[in-house]
């Protein structure tokens, strides 16, 4: 059983930074690729950012320059480092593990086998 734990969520004003971390059980972590997606209220959920085994990493567009992703498999951990936040970045991050070695990005949420609760972000103006 996989199970993935976010934290680091909280509120913070325009323009603060935030760290979301995604723990991970299981001793395959560093064979999955990883996720972050966002769903903010009456609002689909959508792909933030991703990264591979190998270290890859992919972005959206919208988070290009203020959010980076990174991992640390020795700690089984996620990372989403989140600067210059919006008001409009306010939603639930939730992480999303899959197992493939590829290097292609896994932006849909099919792509993903699990996932984690979320943490809410909340970006006041």
């Known amino acids: 059983q996989v199970q993935l734990v976010e934290s680091g969520g909280g509120l913070v004003q325009a323009g603060g930074s935030l760290r979301l971390s995604c723990a991970a059980s299981g001793r395959t972590f560093p064979y999955w690729y990883m996720g972050w997606f966002r769903q903010a209220p009456t609002k689909d959920r959508e792909f933030v950012a991703g990264i591979s085994v190998s270290g890859v990493t992919d972005h959206a567009d919208f988070v290009k320059g203020r959010f980076t992703t990174f991992r640390d498999n020795a700690k089984n951990t996620m990372y989403l480092q989140m600067n210059g936040l919006k008001p409009e970045d306010t939603a639930v991050y939730s992480c999303?593990?899959?197992?493939?070695?590829?290097?292609?990005?896994?932006?849909?949420?099919?792509?993903?086998?699990?996932w984690g609760q979320g943490t809410q972000v909340t970006v006041s103006s």
């Open positions: 999303a593990a899959t197992p493939y070695l590829g290097v292609v990005a896994r932006r849909s949420i099919v792509d993903y086998n699990y």
